[in-house]
């Protein structure tokens, strides 16, 4: 992905038409990878050994989209990674109110993981059922490649019969595989996601083929 960094804080752009405040979730069963891909994409690399989140971690960055045709549009990225235990359930679903992006992330390599989904999928369905929000299904883990044991087919039935039920809260519902270890994808998944909230927000313009031009950490 192409970056083009602008001096200065970039929320304050005069050339910025519009900036969104867009929380961003990160769900799925513990250890699946959503702290290491949290922190692959606020760029603090891959650690092998982790603990498992307790509650909830939170990052922030902003960037800016340069569409084709019509002004920038600025969004700071709120970025949710929340814990996975059965104990978090009630703590999850606050957490889970007012959410603009959902990832659901899965282990390729864990089967269990991946059917797991669908109680996830409640959950944010439970919390979000009056706005239309993008929904993205992560397979992670993908460069353990002998030992994957979830396919595309899977993942392209279970999304089919998905949107067939849930088109009250988005029938906005894609799939991207990556790997924390390597990296890949990882910026991929983050820009996808944005221009998804972009095309779910202004149906009006194309959002699809526009460029991050900027991005910048918040700490």
Do not use: C
């Amino acid at each position: 992905m192409k970056m083009y960094l602008l001096k200065g804080d970039i929320m304050n752009n005069p050339s910025v038409d519009k900036v969104h405040m867009v929380k961003v979730i990160l769900v799925g069963d513990s250890y699946v990878g959503k702290t290491t891909i949290r922190k692959r994409f606020m760029g603090e690399g891959f650690t092998k050994s982790h603990i498992s989140t307790l509650g909830a971690d939170y990052s922030s960055k902003k960037i800016i989209l340069k569409p084709i045709e019509g002004e920038l549009v600025g969004l700071q990225l709120q970025i949710w990674d929340i814990a996975g235990q059965a104990t978090f359930a009630q703590m999850r679903k606050k957490f889970l109110v007012g959410a603009k992006i959902v990832i659901f992330v899965y282990d390729r390599t864990n089967k269990e993981s991946f059917y797991n989904i669908d109680k996830w999928m409640g959950e944010v369905v439970e919390t979000n059922s009056s706005e239309p929000i993008p929904l993205i299904i992560v397979g992670n883990k993908s460069d353990l490649t002998e030992n994957l044991v979830v396919e595309s087919p899977d993942v392209e039935r279970y999304i089919k019969q998905l949107k067939a039920k849930i088109l009250s809260i988005s029938s906005f519902v894609q799939n991207i595989n990556t790997s924390a270890l390597t990296g890949k994808n990882i910026e991929n998944l983050f820009e996808f996601a944005s221009k998804s909230f972009l095309m779910v927000l202004d149906k009006n313009r194309t959002w699809i083929d526009a460029e991050i031009i900027s991005d910048e950490t918040v700490t």
